[in-house]
């Protein structure tokens, strides 16, 4: 709708909301968590399948080493047998312990395969389910939701949230528990080797841990403003792009870019730092590894001298302390990942937690036996509590009648539409329908019986005929046919290449603005509601087309109760009843000739109209 929006919230130059910053408070990490792991509860027996193959697979590999082992050691023997004239070498032997540490990890491999292949589709199913419930959420919002917040902002949270919950969700739930059960039967194997030497390997966990601990303490607010600054800039992007004609014609091409370059620095000042801690564990980690290896490896040629060990349990350990390092290593970008999954999973939980319009009905009524009596009683209303806008508000339109609203901006006019489709619900008084308060009835029962037509009109990438289809879904050809021939549509669709089957480009910029109009008008009278609203419906477009379109919609109000909302007066002399509103109060109301007669304020409105195009 055109009229403004009386949110009462600061907007910028191109319409952007309220931002983000970085000092915004920072969210709950493991009530998140909690969250999405209630959210995958559907999916438990598959994450159990999952667990099982995870925890199956890396056992197998883990027990990998002490088999080749078991290997270097015979191979040692035997040469040693050898060199002193006692034996030789077994190879049938070694042959054995190969083929059966070979098949080990074919079945490793499988088992492997098979938890990734179950985990990849519980994170699509995860984020599908995601996207689906936020495509159903956006359908029972409340109206101040999107007029307070900018288009990329929202979308933001469908795209770039649930792709990052998805990619992050795949890899970080693997790598936890592959690292888990890695660290753990690693350190059961090494334990067998030799306990000196395990002990040895664990000084590295404190200082590990401690690293860890302090890239999570540092890092989260930086992936937190990371996806909300990328929202941010998907918005913007998003506006201008759409007002690319405003930004030229306006020439504020360098204020747009400007304002982009500075929330484009905050995105890479937020990116910068939290790939940067993510980047820095890896090297930090392999350093302190390779630290706790030198260690070992001094420790274990000690105990080889000595006798204690055998060689393939000096090389399974090797083997086995570098394993241990790596689900160390692993777990700490695990954690990063954790970050990422959590400042996703928010953004998007908090979207899935908004307030929804109240969609209960106290009673059921068949809106094909209603008619359209119209009445406000003592309307008061305001979009903030504190500041009302609309403070008595009373008018009664009898079912049929073709109702003009007429004021200055800013008046009232469109909040008394939003009003009566139950968008915003009056803070006193009531609409009523019928003789039935509007607020009785469901939300969504109410809206079948409005029919619209906008300034800004809303078409969609598909042909002619599905567009106006829109209206009715089941209409059938012929009546879609038999809906734009009402709304003079009809013949020029004929001229078309492709006729009804054209196809209308994403920005319907194959159709002039008037063709637009007059095909939702086409859409409105296949639709065949019981009330229509017209919100400026003729504003956008030149005289000649105004008269077209005006045979349309007289075609479309005929036998209909209307509401016209129209700053060219001479569009709604012959409406039935004129509504003249002025700062939220309806002040005169009438006739076209009642009110020029009574000469106040429509008079005065309607003379200046006409003064002002007899001097162009």
């Not at 030149?542 to 001479?570: C, P, W, Y």
Request: charged content about 20%; aromatic content about 8%; proline content about 2%.
């Amino acid at each position: 709708m055109s009229e403004e929006r009386r949110d009462v919230r600061p907007r910028g130059p191109m319409g952007h909301g309220r931002r983000m910053g970085a000092g915004e408070k920072a969210k709950d990490f493991r009530g998140t968590l909690k969250k999405l792991i209630r959210y995958m509860d559907k999916y438990k027996i598959r994450l159990l399948i999952m667990l099982l193959f995870a925890v199956a697979g890396t056992v197998f590999s883990i027990i990998g080493p002490k088999i080749l082992g078991r290997a270097t050691t015979e191979l040692f023997n035997g040469l040693v047998a050898k060199v002193s004239g006692t034996g030789g070498i077994d190879f049938e032997k070694i042959t054995r312990i190969l083929l059966g540490l070979l098949g080990l990890y074919l079945v490793s491999a499988c088992f492997t395969f098979i938890q990734g292949f179950v985990m990849t589709g519980i994170s699509n199913d995860v984020t599908y389910s995601m996207r689906r419930d936020i495509s159903g959420k956006i359908h029972r919002m409340p109206m101040r939701y999107f007029e307070s917040r900018t288009h990329g902002e929202t979308l933001s949270r469908v795209t770039n949230d649930v792709d990052t919950l998805q990619q992050s969700l795949n890899q970080s739930v693997t790598q936890l528990i592959t690292s888990v059960t890695t660290l753990v039967g690693v350190l059961i194997m090494m334990l067998s080797i030799n306990i000196w030497m395990t002990l040895c390997a664990l000084l590295i966990l404190p200082v590990s841990m401690g690293i860890i601990g302090t890239v999570m303490k540092h890092s989260q607010k930086y992936f937190r403003g990371q996806q909300q600054y990328l929202g941010e800039v998907n918005g913007q992007i998003e506006e201008i792009y759409a007002g690319q004609d405003i930004v030229k014609a306006f020439n504020k091409e360098e204020d747009v870019v400007a304002a982009f370059e500075e929330t484009n620095q905050k995105l890479y000042g937020s990116a910068w730092r939290s790939q940067f801690f993510s980047g820095i564990m890896m090297p930090v980690m392999q350093f302190v590894g390779n630290i706790g290896y030198v260690m070992v490896a001094l420790l274990g040629g000690y105990f080889t001298i000595k006798k204690t060990i055998q060689v393939g349990d000096i090389q399974s350990f090797f083997q086995y302390i570098r394993n241990f390092t790596q689900p160390v290593t692993q777990l700490a970008q695990v954690t990063n990942m954790l970050q990422s999954t959590a400042a996703a999973a928010e953004r998007v939980f908090e979207f899935l937690d908004e307030e929804e319009e109240d969609q209960s009905a106290k009673e059921t009524v068949d809106i094909a036996k209603m008619n359209g009596n119209v009445e406000f009683e003592h309307v008061g209303f305001g979009y903030d509590p504190e500041k009302i806008i609309i403070r008595d508000f009373s008018a009664k339109v009898k079912d049929g009648q073709k109702v003009a609203i007429v004021g200055p901006t800013g008046a009232g006019k469109t909040t008394m539409v939003k009003l009566l489709m139950r968008f915003y619900d009056v803070n006193k008084g009531a609409v009523k329908i019928d003789g039935r308060d509007i607020r009785d009835l469901g939300r969504g029962q109410l809206r079948e019986m409005f029919g619209m037509v906008l300034q800004d009109t809303w078409l969609f990438n598909d042909t002619i005929m599905e567009n106006i289809r829109y209206g009715r879904l089941d209409a059938t050809d012929e009546e879609v046919i038999a809906a734009a021939k009402a709304a003079h549509i009809h013949n020029y669709i004929m001229t078309q290449p492709g006729g009804y089957q054209m196809v209308l480009n994403e920005e319907t910029s194959n159709v002039s603005q008037g063709q637009k109009q007059l095909l939702t008008i086409a859409r409105a009278i296949l639709a065949d509601n019981k009330i229509l609203i017209l919100d400026e419906a003729t504003s956008s477009v030149d005289t000649r087309t105004e008269v077209q379109i005006q045979k349309a919609m007289d075609n479309l109000m005929e036998g209909r109760t209307s509401f016209v909302i129209a700053h060219r007066l001479s569009t709604i002399r012959d409406a039935d009843l004129i509504l003249v509103m002025k700062d939220g109060d309806i002040i005169e109301q009438g006739s076209h000739g009642e009110l020029m007669a009574a000469g106040g304020f429509y008079a005065g409105l309607y003379n200046s109209q006409f003064e002002r195009a007899e001097a162009v």
